[in-house]
């Protein structure tokens, strides 16, 4: 006989952000934690259970229309409209620009070789891939930051580069 499949525990929704709790990001980590082989009656009544007893979350859920409570898809629904995902703030290319700077190379570090965690290489590829992944979290996508990381460059590397680069691929290839 098989075992029905079980559901892993999350921390309980509480829906007041306390605690650094990200709403969208819960609700993201409630359905992956459900079975598949659940029906949507039991989805919902788990994620009724899943809600902060007495807070803000179980109060929405206990308010909310019959209609809403028919598959997990119109909670979500629901859940997402009391709880929109945060927009984060676009920064200015201004301060685009100060972060790329920020994460300027010392030239002691050209050559060297630094470990990070299990992962080791040399200083100049660990900074260059640190300074990609910021400037493509931002969404300079045409490497349009990458002249400002090269103002930060050692003379001993600046010297091998020049800013004629199409992308950060590109310029983390010439580093």
């Known amino acids: 006989m098989a075992t029905p499949a079980t559901a892993k525990m999350l921390p309980l929704f509480h829906g007041d952000y306390s605690n650094s709790e990200e709403p969208a990001h819960w609700f993201v980590q409630f359905q992956l934690a459900l079975p598949d082989t659940?029906?949507?009656v039991a989805k919902i009544q788990w994620f009724q259970l899943q809600l902060a007893p007495r807070g803000y979350a179980e109060e929405w859920f206990n308010t909310l229309p019959t209609s809403e409570l028919a598959s997990l898809a119109m909670v979500r629904t629901a859940f997402l409209k009391?709880?929109?995902?945060?927009?984060?703030?676009?920064?200015?290319?201004?301060?685009?620009?100060?972060?790329?700077?920020?994460?300027?190379?010392?030239?002691?570090?050209?050559?060297?070789?630094v470990q990070e965690g299990h992962?080791?290489?040399?200083?100049?590829?660990?900074?260059?891939?640190?300074?990609?992944?910021?400037?493509?979290?931002?969404?300079?996508?045409?490497?349009?930051?990458?002249?400002?990381?090269?103002?930060?460059?050692?003379?001993?590397?600046?010297?091998?580069?020049?800013?004629?680069?199409?992308?950060?691929?590109?310029?983390?290839q010439a580093v």
């Open 38 to 40: 659940w029906s949507e």
């Open 82 to 113: 009391r709880w929109p995902p945060m927009k984060r703030v676009k920064w200015l290319r201004l301060q685009q620009r100060e972060r790329v700077r920020e994460l300027g190379l010392k030239e002691e570090e050209v050559g060297k070789w």
């Open 119 to 172: 992962i080791g290489d040399y200083g100049q590829k660990i900074w260059v891939d640190r300074v990609m992944r910021l400037a493509l979290s931002m969404g300079d996508m045409d490497g349009s930051l990458i002249e400002y990381a090269i103002e930060t460059a050692p003379a001993i590397l600046k010297d091998h580069l020049d800013n004629g680069y199409d992308s950060w691929e590109e310029f983390a």
